[in-house]
């Protein structure tokens, strides 16, 4: 059964760590996929986008459109993009069947300390404007079907519950229901290298992507 997992939440709070993670484990059990983090799309797909809130609702409906156009076909959306604005998140939800919230709820203090791509620090020199959380909103979800607290959970726990819920909406089969398939590393690598040869970015730019 196809869905659509949108992933919001601040920056560093846990948006790709747990995307990814789920995302393989989608493919583990067989299931056709596909995997939207918002600083792949931000390079390769809204690269004319900026901050504003008007650029940001047009990138957060056009990730809505590709989740609707892929659920079409069978295929589960997995997202990970920030999405600030509620009502986006709505109108989003509205488009799309099945789509399931996960809010990754982490205070802004550990969000900072954090700084796995040390934009806080920049953001706090004032070096990038609308960053979220610092000069630009972030409006939590009243009711995501999903909330991962991050600042007190083990990445395996967060996981854990995801999947928990997904199972027991019958979203995803059982593990010991499913063909089990290895997800390697290397079929990581042989699908950024194949965004490399047609001329897409492998990663993230330098600096600033969401
Ligand atoms: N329960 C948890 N779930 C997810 N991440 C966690 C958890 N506990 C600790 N972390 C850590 O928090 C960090 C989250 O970084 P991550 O890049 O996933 O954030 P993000 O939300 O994708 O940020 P950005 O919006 O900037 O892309 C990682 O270093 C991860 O290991
Ligand atoms: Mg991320």
Same mark, same amino acid.
């Given at each position: 059964?196809?869905?659509?997992?949108?992933?919001?939440?601040?920056?560093?709070?846990?948006?790709?760590?747990? =995307? +990814?993670?789920?995302? +393989?484990?989608?493919?583990?059990?067989?299931?056709?996929?596909?995997?939207?983090?918002?600083?792949?799309?931000?390079?390769?797909?809204?690269?004319?986008?900026?901050?504003?809130?008007?650029? @940001?609702? !047009?990138?957060? +409906?056009? &990730?809505?459109?590709?989740?609707?156009?892929?659920?079409?076909?069978?295929?589960? =959306? %997995?997202?990970?993009?920030?999405?600030?604005? +509620?009502?986006?998140?709505?109108?989003? @939800?509205?488009? !799309? *069947? =099945?789509?399931?919230?996960?809010?990754?709820? $982490?205070?802004?203090?550990?969000?900072?300390?954090?700084?796995?791509?040390?934009?806080?620090?920049?953001?706090?020199?004032?070096? &990038?404007?609308?960053?979220?959380?610092? /000069?630009?909103?972030?409006?939590?979800?009243?009711?995501?079907?999903? %909330? %991962?607290?991050?600042?007190?959970?083990?990445? /395996?726990? =967060?996981?854990? #519950?995801?999947? $928990?819920?997904?199972?027991?909406?019958?979203?995803?089969?059982?593990?010991?229901?499913?063909?089990?398939?290895?997800?390697?590393? *290397? *079929?990581?690598?042989?699908? #950024?290298?194949?965004?490399?040869?047609?001329?897409?970015?492998?990663?993230?730019?330098?600096?600033?992507?969401?």
């Amino acid at each position: 059964m196809s869905f659509t997992i949108w992933f919001t939440g601040l920056s560093g709070s846990g948006k790709t760590t747990l =995307s +990814r993670l789920l995302f +393989r484990e989608l493919k583990c059990r067989s299931l056709k996929a596909e995997l939207l983090d918002g600083d792949i799309i931000r390079t390769n797909f809204s690269q004319e986008l900026g901050f504003t809130k008007k650029d @940001r609702d !047009i990138n957060v +409906r056009r &990730i809505g459109f590709v989740s609707y156009l892929l659920a079409k076909n069978d295929v589960i =959306s %997995v997202v990970a993009a920030i999405a600030p604005y +509620r009502e986006t998140r709505e109108q989003n @939800r509205k488009l !799309i *069947d =099945s789509y399931v919230e996960v809010h990754c709820n $982490c205070p802004l203090e550990t969000a900072e300390r954090r700084d796995v791509k040390g934009l806080y620090a920049r953001a706090r020199a004032g070096e &990038i404007p609308n960053f979220t959380g610092i /000069s630009d909103p972030y409006e939590e979800p009243v009711a995501p079907e999903i %909330v %991962v607290n991050t600042d007190k959970e083990s990445v /395996s726990e =967060s996981l854990g #519950k995801i999947l $928990c819920y997904l199972e027991e909406k019958g979203f995803v089969p059982m593990a010991h229901e499913c063909q089990m398939i290895p997800f390697t590393e *290397d *079929d990581e690598f042989q699908w #950024k290298n194949d965004l490399a040869r047609l001329g897409f970015a492998r990663a993230v730019g330098p600096g600033r992507s969401k």
